[in-house]
């Protein structure tokens, strides 16, 4: 490997920094017309009468499409539940759903159309809390896609154990138990969610959008409109950022109705509260309750965590079952029963967020890990140390655990801060007090699941990686293109790799969960495996030499330890085809195998994360404010394919950590957002920004990696949150904020009713 682990030009980096690059917003075609939305102002209703006959009549606006235009569709769409109406049918089930829509010349007399649109409703109780949406006699948000042996709203309930859990009790020397509380977040992607989609005059529907998901997006565009898929092209650009946000289909089904009725391109850039509505991260409710040993040996953990899907499923279940695994942490405990909840409720729907899942257990049990250390007197590094799960050993699942860097993360990170083994504060002055905090992180990646990969070489020694892979930011074309060099011994700027384009580029499951380098990646490399055999066949017949003889070197087929004796790329192309001409073509789908029973039992994951983190921080006790001095991440990354785009990834994570912790939170009253804009919705600032950062980089191999790679780009963030938590906690002599984000005021309210108690 001459290009894998080195820090090459990042693709589009040089178009990104110039603003020459083009996204969706920017793109503009011949008769485009612009849509707004008329959304419900209820969390909960029926729509009882629509009229958009005035909008129809204003001038200009060339198409108003209501539920009255999905006659003939298959009306709903999902990721694995069909629950979302293309446009509200019967009811409204959140604030923001989406009542009618208009196609007009332009966005201001689409948006004075949409207040023509007379819509009569009746008002329904809402289920807006999790716990209480999830208690039978609840009002239902989903009457059909509920699990009526559950009850409520819940939609799936999933279940992982080990042991015998009250035993593990009984033998346990000490038990503590807490609740804690995630709320939703936003993604905070700059690109709003933005769709452009034409009908060719063949029939065919194009749509432009930043998906992290075009092959699903395209299955189900065609499922609504019941076509064939190739009659629907599904073509991706580089993406703004999207960090699971831009995972499902949204807005695309409704803006390809729009432009069927219009007959001409329909373009819809939602506003930044529009983006409210439409996703969010899951918020959480975890009971945790773990039996542990006086020498901190963890002994027995349960473990109920409540997920909020919103008003629509979307991947909400995938990531509740996948939570159920890790619910507990990468600990080896003799007893374990974790069991999490998928429930629906009045608020707008939500979606994974760097992590599928993983960040909400994580803050619990991280948290409680801190604490036991300290009700046992034990550094809390020590006692992680001593339980977390090594290589070969058993998880969970009962699948054996290869490629574990996670006790090296945690250690990394502890030497990164000055981590001396004492976890108590440190006076600065009368109210200000520093403290120091570890976390550490186990998730999953989306398994059993399945990538394609096609690659062309050119006669002049040039190649294209045609994948349905996305670009939001996070350097996938670059990584993947290092991957394909490297196996055809071209320089780097010789590889090309394609935008998804479902035209054109083969099938991938998504760019998410953090699956690109390792399932894309390998895909790409034994599609140039396919490559290289023809390769070397016909090298070996040109040279007279045998087949294991030979090795790609510097552009050149060449005998090895015999450089004279090689053929270059046009020299190998004229031994083939009799001219230095033609292409070769290599192809691969890969399929990894898994999947967990209803008792939790299988591979839960292809290959698994393992992250650390660390952090110090300032309180001042008065005000609750708290500042943090430092952070550090570390990543077992299997291999680093990019180091510094790896690094990266970790300072993004870490800065989207540290929202969490301590000012990020979507707030509803009664089903209404109340904080839907940047103005309102807090997002870490550049004085919110820790003074130094650490990132580093663990590399444990993994066997079914390509170059041993695996992937890093949310493994950074769960343990973040709960390292600056426990940093609060430690400065403040075990006083604890159980409830996120950690605010001020909740800091000077956890003080008093410490004081009061003491």
């Not at 989609?197 to 029939?203: F, K, R, Y």
């Not at 009700?375 to 339980?387: G, I, M, Q, S």
């Not at 343990?719 to 005021?745: F, Q």
Request: hydrophobic share 40%.
């Amino acid at each position: 490997m001459t290009l894998v682990g080195t820090n090459v030009e990042m693709v589009g980096g040089r178009a990104k920094v110039a603003g020459a690059v083009t996204y969706v917003a920017d793109m503009e075609f011949a008769g485009q017309l612009y849509a707004k939305a008329l959304r419900s102002p209820y969390p909960h209703a029926k729509l009882l009468r629509i009229d958009a006959s005035k909008a129809a009549a204003l001038p200009g606006v060339r198409a108003v499409v209501t539920r009255d235009d999905l006659a003939g569709l298959n009306p709903y769409f999902g990721t694995g539940v069909e629950d979302q109406p293309v446009l509200v049918i019967d009811k409204a089930r959140c604030v923001g759903d989406i009542i009618a829509a208009v196609a007009a010349d332009s966005k201001e007399i689409a948006e004075e159309a949409i207040t023509l649109i007379e819509a009569d409703y009746e008002e329904l109780p809402a289920a807006t809390d999790i716990l209480e949406a999830a208690k039978p006699g609840a009002p239902l948000v989903q009457e059909r896609h509920v699990d009526k042996n559950a009850g409520g709203n819940i939609h799936g309930v999933y279940r992982a154990a080990s042991g015998d859990i009250e035993q593990g009790f009984k033998e346990s020397d000490e038990i503590i138990e807490n609740i804690y509380h995630i709320p939703p977040v936003q993604h905070g992607h700059i690109e709003p969610h933005v769709v452009t989609a034409l009908w060719e005059p063949s029939g065919k529907l194009v749509v432009h959008t930043p998906s992290q998901t075009p092959s699903p997006l395209q299955e189900q565009i065609a499922k609504v409109f019941q076509m064939p898929l190739n009659r629907v092209r599904v073509i991706v650009p580089f993406i703004g950022g999207g960090y699971g946000g831009k995972n499902h289909a949204r807005i695309e089904p409704v803006v390809a109705l729009l432009a069927r009725k219009a007959r001409r391109p329909v373009q819809w850039i939602l506003t930044r509260e529009e983006v409210f509505y439409t996703g969010r991260r899951f918020g959480a409710v975890v009971k945790i309750k773990t039996g542990f040993k006086r020498d901190g040996r963890l002994w027995a953990r349960k473990v109920e965590a409540w997920y909020d899907m919103g008003a629509y499923a979307l991947s909400g279940p995938a990531n509740t079952k996948n939570a159920a695994i890790i619910a507990g942490g990468p600990y080896n405990i003799p007893h374990r029963d974790y069991t999490t909840y998928a429930v629906y409720t009045n608020l707008p729907p939500a979606g994974p967020y760097r992590g599928v899942g993983a960040s909400h257990v994580c803050w619990a049990y991280e948290s409680d890990l801190d604490d036991i250390a300290r009700r046992c007197k034990l550094d809390p590094l020590e006692v992680r140390l001593k339980n977390l799960i090594q290589e070969n050993d058993r998880f969970i699942t009962g699948e054996t655990m290869i490629s574990v860097g996670v006790s090296e993360c945690v250690k990394q990170v502890a030497q990164s801060i000055g981590w001396n083994g004492i976890a108590e504060q440190e006076k600065r002055s009368d109210t200000i007090v520093r403290g120091k905090g570890l976390a550490v992180a186990i998730k999953s990646t989306s398994t059993p699941s399945t990538s394609a990969a096609s690659v062309r070489l050119n006669a002049d020694g040039s190649a294209i990686l045609l994948t349905s892979t996305s670009d939001m930011g996070q350097g996938a074309q670059t990584a993947l293109a290092q991957i394909v060099a490297d196996e055809l011994a071209l320089p780097f700027e010789r590889i090309t790799v394609t935008f998804p384009d479902s035209d054109i580029t083969p099938y991938d499951k998504s760019t998410s969960s953090s699956r690109a380098t390792f399932h894309m990646g390998k895909a790409a490399q034994l599609a140039v495996g396919q490559i290289r055999e023809q390769l070397f066949q016909a090298g070996a017949k040109a040279l007279e030499a045998r087949i294991e003889d030979l090795e790609l070197r510097d552009s050149r087929l060449q005998v090895r330890g015999v450089p004279e004796r090689s053929l270059t790329y046009p020299q190998l192309f004229k031994a083939i085809y009799g001219e230095a001409a033609g292409s070769l073509f290599g192809s691969h789908t890969l399929r990894t195998e898994g999947g967990i029973d209803a008792q939790g039992h299988g591979k839960g994951s292809s290959f698994w994360f393992y992250s650390a983190a660390g952090a110090e921080v300032e309180v001042d006790t008065e005000t609750g404010k708290v500042r943090v001095l430092q952070v550090a991440s570390a990543v077992d990354v299997g291999k680093a394919v990019h180091p510094i785009q790896c690094g990266l990834q970790n300072d993004g994570s870490a800065l989207a950590g540290l929202g969490s912790a301590l000012v990020e939170e979507m707030r509803y009253d009664n089903g209404q957002p109340i904080n839907s804009s940047f103005l309102d919705y807090l997002l870490p600032s550049m004085l919110d920004h820790p003074g130094e950062f650490n990132s580093m980089l663990v590399e444990t191999p993994h066997p079914d990696g390509p170059c041993g790679a695996k992937g890093m780009g949310e493994a950074a963030l769960p343990p973040m949150a709960p390292a600056i938590g426990n940093a609060i906690a430690n400065a403040l002599s075990g006083v604890r904020v159980r409830d996120l984000p950690v605010k001020p005021h909740k800091i000077v309210a956890a003080l008093s009713n410490a004081k009061e108690r003491r």
